[in-house]
């Protein structure tokens, strides 16, 4: 292990015996009390020693022995410390192609304050570029969608639509305006490839494609069709669901952004729960989406350009989250903004019983064995004020303690 203290989290002494590392109150820890000799060795967590190297430097500041071993734990405890060489042989690959890893540095660092072990960052970063996603829809939302995963680093980015590119499609970092009267689907993978760091091969006939979603770690569905995002069908979600294929909705509707829910089949509230939800609640719903499916329909579709870049970025972020192993707030349920307040609301995709997808069916196995436990809610899922992450209570004289 080659130690190094998170460059990505900012230092600053709140007084001559406390350190705080990070700004921000979801990931900051402060540290105290910390001696002056430990305070000027904490310098020499920067990822170019390993730890027999430390020891020496430690002895020879009169550090008591043991303790760079133990301050090493402590701090990778308290998800303080990077491995500058760790994350394993994709790690290692990914190292060695430095225009890669330049492009990706900032995304590199931000996943540094997420993930607590030292080479969870390296480790997720590598495992993206293993990853397949589809994005279904190159409007203004799917193509920058789209080009914002491939450029995070998601080694392979499919995407799907017809008809050709049209001058409401264009959008920065989404299809360029000279792509006009191209086909969509293939202005948007090139799209995907420009923002790709490195130069990832083109897709061949011989490569599987077309509606096959088998091998896809996430589908994004982004429609253009306003009708599709409000009242998502749920027979194009009926494959996903059976071949247990996780799945995300994002797209505009009119004056208002959705992103969620992300579906995980049989475990989560779908498309179709959505639909038996709403109809629970109103039951003129079916018929009023069944004209508004079979109405005329409007060549050019509200679409504010900042929203849907918005909502776009915002898919993205819960997509990649997703990716790497966590679970979003979008997880069963639907973020909503709306123009012109702005404000972002969560509805709760409820597992509904008459659905055939089974989630109602493990939520209630689940509830059952909680013993009347609460249920995770949208609500629940916001910034706590109690302290995020506790280090050890005690230690030894001329150590410290780790508290927010």
């Not at 007084?15 to 705080?20: A, G, P, R």
């Not at 043991?66 to 701090?75: A, F, K, N, S, Y």
Request: glycine content about 10%; charged content about 25%; aromatic content about 2%.
């Amino acid at each position: 292990m080659h130690p190094m203290v998170k460059p990505a989290l900012r230092r600053g002494w709140r007084d001559l015996n406390t350190v705080q590392f990070g700004m921000s109150p979801a990931h900051a820890l402060t540290l105290g009390p910390v001696d002056t000799a430990t305070g000027s060795f904490l310098e020499l967590l920067n990822g170019t020693r390993g730890l027999p190297l430390l020891r020496e430097e430690a002895h020879r500041m009169d550090l008591p022995e043991g303790h760079v071993d133990l301050l090493v734990r402590r701090l990778s405890r308290a998800g303080l410390l990077d491995d500058a060489r760790g994350g394993g042989a994709a790690a290692a690959e990914l190292r060695a192609k430095q225009e890669v890893m330049d492009r990706l540095a900032p995304d590199l660092a931000a996943l540094s304050v997420v993930a607590r072990e030292p080479d969870g960052a390296i480790e997720r970063l590598a495992a993206r570029r293993g990853m397949r996603v589809r994005v279904r829809g190159a409007g203004r939302v799917g193509a920058v969608l789209a080009a914002l995963l491939s450029g995070a680093g998601v080694g392979e980015v499919e995407v799907l639509d017809g008809g050709c590119v049209e001058p409401w499609d264009v959008a920065p970092g989404g299809l360029p305006a000279e792509a006009v009267g191209e086909r969509r689907d293939a202005a948007a993978r090139r799209a995907v490839r420009r923002a790709a760091p490195g130069r990832p091969e083109r897709r061949t006939a011989g490569t599987p494609s077309g509606a096959d979603e088998a091998g896809h770690a996430l589908v994004v569905i982004a429609p253009r069709d306003d009708v599709a995002v409000h009242a998502p069908d749920p027979a194009v979600a009926a494959p996903l669901i059976a071949s247990g294929t996780p799945h995300l909705y994002a797209g505009i509707v009119e004056a208002t952004g959705v992103v969620g829910p992300l579906v995980l089949p049989g475990q989560t509230g779908c498309a179709e729960c959505l639909h038996h939800g709403r109809t629970d609640r109103d039951e003129t719903w079916p018929r009023l989406v069944a004209q508004w499916r079979s109405g005329r329909q409007r060549r050019v579709r509200p679409c504010d350009l900042a929203l849907a870049t918005t909502v776009a970025g915002l898919a993205a972020a819960h997509a990649l989250a997703f990716l790497d192993g966590e679970t979003p707030s979008s997880t069963g349920a639907r973020w909503e903004v709306s123009a012109p307040a702005l404000n972002w609301h969560g509805r709760p995709v409820w597992p509904h019983p008459d659905c055939p997808c089974g989630a109602a069916r493990k939520s209630v196995v689940e509830d059952t064995s909680k013993e009347g436990g609460a249920r995770a809610t949208m609500a629940e899922q916001r910034p706590s004020s109690a302290p995020r992450r506790q280090a050890e209570a005690t230690r030894p004289a001329g150590t410290w303690r780790a508290h927010v």
